[in-house]
């Protein structure tokens, strides 16, 4: 399957975005999503995830109660909404896919990427 991440861009804090991951060869229905971060010079970090009918999204605790991931079985697609945004939030945000429900958090499990999508969130 390929993932194709977009809606990036600049805001200032307080701002909001929203990004969306659409995906092309395989039915995202079968799959576990993620959305993960990469700052600069950080390690890539768990934002959200969700399984397969979208029920039980998981958050990371810096996240939690600003961001909404969310899934359109029948687009295809997947969406992270990002409210009240802060400056620590800038990195290159990626969604990602896999077959298997476990380790949610852990970007190492995850057999496919998108190519990322940079949000800027200036003070």
């Known amino acids: 399957v390929q993932l194709q991440a977009s809606g990036g861009g600049s805001v200032q804090a307080g701002g909001s975005l929203r990004l969306s991951c659409a995906a092309s060869?395989?039915?995202?229905?079968?799959?576990?999503m993620g959305w993960f971060r990469q700052a600069t010079g950080k390690e890539r970090e768990f934002v959200a995830a969700?399984?397969?009918?979208?029920?039980?999204?998981y958050y990371a605790g810096s996240v939690k109660g600003r961001f909404t991931m969310s899934r359109d079985n029948a687009k295809n697609t997947v969406y992270l909404e990002m409210n009240s945004l802060k400056p620590e939030d800038t990195a290159v945000y990626y969604c990602?896919?896999?077959?298997?429900?476990?380790?949610?958090?852990?970007?190492?499990?995850?057999?496919?990427w998108g190519q990322g999508t940079q949000v800027t969130v200036s003070s």
């Open positions: 990602a896919a896999k077959l298997s429900y476990d380790a949610l958090s852990d970007p190492s499990p995850y057999d496919y």
């Open positions: 060869g395989g039915a995202l229905s079968s799959f576990v």
């Open positions: 969700n399984r397969w009918n979208g029920d039980n999204t």
